[in-house]
């Protein structure tokens, strides 16, 4: 069992940068991928990036280059690092990992969310 514990949240000015972090404790696998999703009012849950276990980056093609990911399999700790915040960046972000089960199916864990809010 895997739990994913977020922090780092809070209310931003516009223009402003934070960095998100995310803990995961229990039975991990520091080869799982891990990544960000964000769920601003009123829509649906997306993507915002994902690192592998080896550290490579892949980000949603939306985001202008404005959020960074970066992991420590150290500390089982992923981050999302996030510059020029805009109010439509404010969300809820949502911390996930995901594994594969040997016959393929995916197996996602979430952590419990944490608000970011931008004012302009």
């Known amino acids: 069992q895997v739990h994913l514990v977020e922090s780092g949240g809070g209310l931003v000015q516009a223009g402003g940068s934070l960095r998100l972090s995310c803990v995961a404790s229990?039975?991990?696998?520091?080869?799982?991928?891990m990544g960000w999703y964000r769920q601003a009012p009123g829509k649906e849950r997306e993507w915002v990036a994902s690192i592998t276990g080896g550290g490579i980056p892949d980000y949603a093609a939306s985001l202008e280059g404005r959020f960074t990911i970066s992991r420590d399999r150290d500390k089982n700790t992923v981050y999302l690092q996030i510059s020029s915040l805009k109010p439509e960046d404010t969300a809820v972000y949502y911390c996930?990992?995901?594994?594969?089960?040997?016959?393929?199916?995916?197996?996602?864990?979430w952590g419990q969310g944490i608000q970011v809010t931008v004012s302009s």
């Open positions: 996930n990992m995901y594994s594969f089960a040997p016959w393929g199916t995916r197996s996602d864990t």
């Open positions: 229990g039975v991990v696998s520091s080869i799982n991928p």
